[in-house]
């Protein structure tokens, strides 16, 4: 069964970091793209950074030149580095496995939540 565990949330005060870990059990992820959601209480889950299996990186407006996403496909791990946190940034945080196909099933984590609060 493949399941996705994530690690690194919690509460941060504005201007400090972050480093969110996602790793993968039963699963392999080097022929997958990963990413990393949001969702704060009220609005949609959107997504905050992508990562190609070629390593080509994606960001969403609010974060560019602040998070930053990797993967280590020998740990079968992708990582989000966060600096310079805003309360803006509160929110769960969620790793996903993108299908490749459209009849496979994506994979999510758990969910985090982050906190930017002073």
């Known amino acids: 069964q493949v399941q996705l565990v994530e690690s690194g949330g919690g509460l941060v005060q504005p201007g400090g970091s972050l480093r969110r870990s996602c790793a993968g059990s039963?699963?392999?992820?080097?022929?997958?793209?990963l990413a990393w959601y949001r969702q704060a209480p009220g609005k949609q889950r959107d997504v905050v950074a992508g990562?190609?299996?070629?390593?080509?990186?994606t960001y969403m407006d609010s974060v560019k030149g602040r998070f930053t996403i990797s993967r280590e496909n020998a740990k079968n791990t992708v990582y989000l580095q966060m600096n310079s946190l805003k309360p803006e940034d509160t929110a769960v945080y969620y790793c996903?496995?993108?299908?490749?196909?459209?009849?496979?099933?994506?994979?999510w984590g758990q969910g985090t939540q982050v906190t930017v609060s002073s």
């Open positions: 990562i190609t299996t070629d390593g080509t990186t």
């Open positions: 996903k496995r993108e299908p490749r196909t459209p009849y496979e099933r994506a994979i």
């Open positions: 039963g699963s392999i992820f080097s022929g997958y793209a």
